[in-house]
């Protein structure tokens, strides 16, 4: 654990665990009152479901964020009453030998028990954040690289192997961009790179075309494909899509968020599909040309808006259009982030099971837990004689038992507490 005591502090090490550990019960709730909300509204429009999941994935980053703030807050308090502790070994003696008898009593009455199995748990966690927080961010270095090269790819589409589009199909998008009220330059591409229509870019936004999959649409079907990826444009959706992309990373390893982001990018589809519709007014056309696009499908760059994504998602679209009421979610980003864990897991165990230290181990264990017994022991003792404390003295002891409780070693763990 020394590589991630390299790179964060104490007090930081702190707070992100907490942040972790509190974000999975943050975004479980976020969840469930988001989907209550959207079975509730099931028949509003799509535009109104997707601003809704855009505002839940956003709030589990904010809820997450101010749980990070209070936490270094209370780590750096923590941090600076480890100092003194260390430096006066008789600094919990002392406050608990003081006299209180003429405490304030308006002070004593806001003085409540201390909870030892509190204390416990948090330090076991505490004790354990190294572990986390080095598997955190293991996985979030393998979401960086996976998001780095998702760039890579999108620039490769942007500056390779253009060639400018017909002026009959220049026209077409010239058209839709002033009925859809667009008034930044859009251009569009034919590319041999990709094989699904996407969309690139949000200062200069450009429309790439698959050679091999427009072949044979009638002008109206092109028009569905243009109509669709111009209302990303419309919809700044590329910029939206790079903040989403940026949560995933961060937060990898919850299920909420893929979930929550999966139902983000099927509404965002669902609003795109709309808005195309109401521009081409033919509905049964666009349903067509979805169909015909899906025989095209291959993979693209989460980075890029395409017209035709995961096969589950234009099948639902083409039922939504329809009025049927089917949805299917895909949890394969669930599975990478669950591989994630369980390989930092296994490194993380593989690390503290060196054999070069397992006769050290052995031989320490008897002795590790009768330290286990005196600090548990010491605790006690300490908690039962906060009781005449003042609230303030009484929030500082908790603090140093907290501190001592956090410790690795047992021993040191008791000695502090003498």
């Known amino acids: 654990m020394n590589i991630l005591a390299a790179i964060f502090s104490a007090e930081l090490t702190e707070a992100l665990g907490w942040m972790l550990i509190h974000s999975l019960w943050q975004g479980a709730i976020i969840a469930i009152l988001l989907f209550l909300v959207l079975y509730f509204i099931r028949k509003k429009s799509a535009q109104i479901k997707y601003f809704l999941s855009f505002v839940a994935l956003v709030g589990i980053m904010v809820w997450a964020g101010i749980t990070f703030i209070s936490a270094y807050q209370y780590a750096s308090e923590k941090q600076a009453l480890k100092t003194q502790m260390l430096n006066n070994p008789d600094y919990l003696k002392n406050i608990l030998s003081t006299d209180n008898t003429h405490t304030n009593n308006q002070s004593n009455q806001h003085a409540s028990v201390i909870n030892p199995n509190t204390i416990k748990f948090r330090a076991f966690f505490q004790r354990n954040f190294n572990i986390i927080c080095l598997i955190w961010f293991v996985g979030m270095l393998f ?6 090269g998702g760039l890579i790819y999108t620039y490769r589409l942007r500056t390779q192997k253009l060639t400018p589009v017909s002026d009959e199909w220049e026209e077409i998008v010239k058209n839709l961009l002033h009925k859809l009220g667009i008034k930044r330059k859009v251009e569009a591409f034919f590319s041999p790179l990709t094989r699904v229509p996407v969309t690139l870019g949000a200062i200069k936004p450009i429309v790439l075309f698959p050679i091999s999959a427009l072949t044979g649409l009638t002008p109206k079907e092109f028009e569905a494909v243009i109509a669709h990826e111009l209302a990303h444009i419309m919809r700044n959706d ?9 949560m995933e ?18 509404e965002r589809e669902n609003s795109c599909d709309n808005i195309a519709v109401d521009a081409t007014g033919n509905k049964i056309e666009y349903i067509k040309t979805l169909a015909a696009m899906q025989i095209k499908q291959t993979e693209h760059s989460r980075l890029a808006m395409a017209f035709s994504a ?3 998602s234009v099948l639902h679209r083409i039922n939504r259009l329809q009025k049927e009421k089917t949805m299917k979610t895909n949890f394969i980003e ?16 593989f690390t503290s099971n060196n054999p070069t230290h397992s006769l050290m181990q052995v031989n320490d264990s008897i002795t590790e837990q009768n330290a286990n017994q005196n600090r548990d022991s ?3 003792v300490a908690v039962k004689n906060t009781g005449k404390l003042q609230a303030e003295q009484q929030e500082t002891i908790e603090k140093a038992i907290e501190i001592a409780m956090s410790e690795t070693n047992s021993q040191f763990s008791s000695q502090m507490m003498q």
């Open 143 to 148: 979401m960086m690289v996976r998001f780095t």
């Open 238 to 246: 590329y910029l939206f899509n790079i903040l989403q992309s940026i």
């Open 249 to 266: 990373m961060l937060f990898f390893y919850h299920p909420a968020v893929w979930i929550i982001s999966a139902q983000v990018r099927a």
């Open 310 to 312: 995961k096969r589950g």
């Open 334 to 349: 669930g599975i990478i982030a669950a591989g994630i864990i369980a390989g930092g897991l296994m490194l993380a165990s």
């Open 378 to 380: 010491l605790m006690n």
